[in-house]
T-cell receptor, first 114, second 111 residues
Framework: SAVISQKPSRDICQRGTSLTIQCQVD?????MFWYRQQPGQSLTLIAT?????????ESGFVIDKFPISRPNLTFSTLTVSNMSPEDSSIYLC???????????FGPGTRLTVT | AQSVSQHNHHVILSEAASLELGCNYS??????LFWYVQYPGQHLQLLLK??????LVKGIKGFEAEFIKSKFSFNLRKPSVQWSDTAEYFC?????????FGAGTRLTVKP
């Protein structure tokens, strides 16, 4: 199975600042995604991270607020910009294995904005 | 809008009761279907998945699900629940390459 790691695992940030979350996957993963899970809610897809090009964002999410990079196959970052308390969530990195088409999830980054 | 619907928001059962959680989707064409479980304070764990073949899928911990294409449904079942099954259950559909989740069903099993 694919292994996905994220860091930081959690952070407490002040309003107006930005946080960059890193996601590292092993070589089995081809496609990468970023999800948000707000407290007591389900997972919402933020965007598909495309290697070497701009991410594909879902309705309601914009690049200025959630810039995403994927410089190579195994690494991606999500930045939460100009944070507000409403951004307090768990942010999850996910990848699809190119071998068994399984979808794997990272452990998540728990973000609290004060 | 295309969606994944889980109609039961909170289900409360006694131990040994049978469980069925509903999941319907509105995506056309070929889809991959999943059920995930999230225990309190933990991250997602895959229970089972359907890609093709036998529409009755068996997963871990005694769970199974049946894909009924004509009804666009993928209901999760377990014949006898345990207190340790208390968790949040998410149905997910992958119509293309990206996975879409239902709102989740919270299951509480009383000992």
């Amino acid at each position: 199975s694919a292994v996905i790691s994220q860091k930081p695992s959690r952070d407490i940030c002040q309003r107006g600042t930005s946080l960059t979350i890193q996601c590292q996957v092993d070589s089995q993963v081809t496609m990468m995604f970023w999800y948000r899970q707000q407290p007591g809610q389900s997972l919402t897809l933020i965007a598909t991270a495309n290697q070497g090009s701009e991410a594909t964002y879902e309705s309601g999410f914009v690049i200025d607020k959630f810039p995403i990079s994927r410089p190579n196959l195994t690494f991606s970052t999500l930045t939460v910009s100009n944070m507000s308390p409403e951004d307090s969530s768990i942010y999850l990195c996910s990848g699809t294995s190119g071998r068994d088409y399984e979808q794997y999830f990272g452990p998540g980054t728990r973000l609290t904005v004060t | 809008a295309q969606s994944v619907s889980q109609h039961n928001h909170h289900v409360i059962l006694s131990e040994a009761a049978s469980l069925e959680l509903g999941c319907n989707y509105s995506y056309g064409g070929t889809v991959n279907l999943f059920w995930y479980v999230q225990y309190p304070g933990q991250h997602l764990q895959l229970l089972l998945k359907y890609f093709s073949g036998d529409p009755l899928v068996k997963g871990i911990k005694g769970f199974e699900a049946e894909f009924i294409k004509s009804k666009f449904s993928f209901n999760l079942r377990k014949p006898s629940v345990q207190w340790s099954d208390t968790a949040e259950y998410f149905c997910a559909v992958r119509p293309n390459n990206d996975m879409r989740f239902g709102a989740g069903t919270r299951l509480t099993v009383k000992p």
